[in-house]
Nanobody, 126 residues
Framework: QVQLAESGGGLVQAGGSLRLSCVAS????????MGWFRQSPGKEREFVAA????????NYADSVKGRFTISRDNAKPTVYLRMNSLKPEDTAVYYC???????????????????WGRGTQVTVSS
């Protein structure tokens, strides 16, 4: 299994930017498709973005397309989420996820993802 630890969350004004990081340890990082999800109070966990093992393919939720960018560095081994033009509705706990199945890249249901970090809080003020 791989262990995941997120960082980089915080408080930012609307229109601002943040970069989240998720460092992996344990099993070989490049074996995993990686994703970001978020959850706000009273809502279900929702898909944000995902990236393939080698980083060549990505997938985004419609709500973040054009504003968020997922990337990874398998040598570090870390996955990133660059968030620009942040909106108050982006406020949530952001979770890093990993899965060995390459097809999970296109799977927005969190139940299909096998490994999770503990999350990092992102708060966007208006």
């Amino acid at each position: 299994q791989v262990q995941l630890a997120e960082s980089g969350g915080g408080l930012v004004q609307a229109g601002g930017s943040l970069r989240l990081s998720c460092v992996a340890s344990g099993r070989t990082f490049s074996d995993y498709a990686m994703g970001w999800f978020r959850q706000s109070p009273g809502k279900e966990r929702e898909f944000v973005a995902a990236i393939s093992r080698g980083g060549l393919s990505t997938n985004y939720a419609d709500s973040v397309k054009g504003r968020f960018t997922i990337s990874r560095d398998n040598a570090k081994p870390t996955v990133y989420l660059r968030m620009n033009s942040l909106k108050p509705e982006d406020t949530a706990v952001y979770y890093c996820a990993a899965d060995l199945n390459r097809g999970t890249l296109y799977q927005p249901d969190p139940d299909y993802w096998g490994q999770w970090g503990r999350g990092t809080q992102v708060t966007v003020s208006s």
